[in-house]
């Protein structure tokens, strides 16, 4: 069974600075991996999808990697802002087999200090 | 469009009622999912449907819990009876099939928060 985990699970950064949260899987064989903006309250908002046979994607202030064979993914958001903080989730969509769709891991609750 | 719609946002009801939590996806989304989040456990898959067939309910915790799609539009989450441990916060999502991505781009619904009493 697919499993995703997060690490840290909580973060507080001063303004302006860089930083990247980890992401984790058991199972290498996916179809892709999305992470997951949430903000208190509210449902998710998507924020990029790596395809399996990606590396990266980027948007805006937002870069994320993918590395299939060590189960790994990052998320690295660049000069970071108060509007940033939420709770950062990732997620793995796993190739057939049990439940389909997308195991999430439990987020990084991220707080950017003014 | 106004995105995925959730109804009711809240609804606090006893043990022993039946709980009907509705969704409405985004036009022309072929996919439709019921998600459970706590804090202990994150966010679970419950159910999804494909072109409003329910492909796999394995996450359905019990019996007491069902879900229909009787259209492309709608789609609803019935638990009865309810159970205090069923407070959560069901999500519905929706989502069009890409073509190198089995479900694509989840978009989410704010959610519904139940209490159960």
């Known amino acids: 069974k697919q499993e995703v985990t997060q690490i840290p699970a909580a973060l507080s950064v001063p303004e302006g600075e860089n930083l990247v949260l980890n992401c984790s899987f058991t199972?290498?064989?996916?179809?892709?991996l999305q992470w997951f903006r949430q903000d208190p309250g509210k449902g998710l908002t998507s924020l990029l999808l790596?395809?399996?046979?990606?590396r990266e994607q980027t948007s805006g202030r937002l870069n994320a990697s993918l590395d299939k064979s060590s189960g790994r993914s990052t998320l690295y958001i660049a000069a970071s802002q108060p509007g940033d903080s939420a709770t950062y989730l990732c997620a793995v969509e796993v190739l057939g087999g049990g439940a389909d769709g997308l195991t999430f891991g439990k987020g990084t609750h991220l707080i950017i200090q003014p | 469009d106004a995105g995925v719609i959730q109804s009711p946002r809240h609804e606090v009801t006893e043990m022993g009622q039946e709980v009907t939590l509705r969704c409405k996806p985004i036009s022309g989304h072929d996919y439709l999912f019921w998600y459970r989040q706590t804090m202990m456990r994150g966010l679970e898959l419950l159910i999804y449907?494909?072109?409003?067939?329910?492909?796999?309910d394995s996450g359905m915790p019990e019996d007491r819990f069902s879900a229909k799609m009787p259209n492309a539009s709608f789609s609803t989450l019935k638990i009865q009876p309810s159970e205090p441990r069923d407070s959560a916060v069901y999500f519905c999502a929706s989502s069009f099939q890409a073509k190198q991505s089995r479900t694509g781009e989840l978009f989410f619904g704010e959610g519904s928060r139940l209490t159960v009493l």
């Open positions: 790596i395809q399996s046979s990606q």
């Open positions: 449907f494909n072109n409003n067939v329910p492909i796999d």
């Open positions: 199972d290498s064989a996916i179809y892709n």
